[in-house]
Nanobody, 130 residues
Framework: QVQLVESGGGLVQPGGSLSLSCAVSGITVDDYDIGWFRQAPGMQREGVSCINRDGSTYYKDSVQARFIVSRDNVKNTLNLQLDSLKPEDTAVYYC????????????????????????WGQGTQVTVSS
């Protein structure tokens, strides 16, 4: 059974940083397409940053140069470093994994298509406020 458990969310002031982690069980993180998504109140879920099994990455334009996605193959986790946080980054952050491997899709296509991902964590709240 595949399970994803996020941690690391919290309340931070604008300009601050957070480190999110997604503990993955049932699959190995470097063998599947996996990513981070977020959903703010009243908004659709959107892809923030994703990494495909081939190592290619995608970042939403508004987080480029502020967020960094990485995999830890030893701990089997997916991580997201959030720097220079802004109030508009406030949302529930989810990690998700795509268990199907065909058709092979680019990370750009996948991360912009949350419905392509099969398994989701419960989410962790990130609030950016002074």
């Amino acid at each position: 059974q595949v399970q994803l458990v996020e941690s690391g969310g919290g309340l931070v002031q604008p300009g601050g940083s957070l480190s999110l982690s997604c503990a993955v069980s049932g699959i190995t993180v470097d063998d599947y397409d996996i990513g981070w998504f977020r959903q703010a109140p009243g908004m659709q879920r959107e892809g923030v940053s994703c990494i495909n099994r081939d190592g290619s990455t995608y970042y939403k334009d508004s987080v480029q140069a502020r967020f960094i996605v990485s995999r830890d193959n030893v701990k089997n986790t997916l991580n997201l470093q959030l720097d220079s946080l802004k109030p508009e980054d406030t949302a529930v952050y989810y990690c998700a994994a795509r268990l199907t491997k065909t058709p092979a899709l680019s990370v750009w296509t996948l991360c912009r298509s949350p419905y392509e991902y099969d398994v989701w964590g419960q989410g962790t709240q990130v609030t950016v406020s002074s």
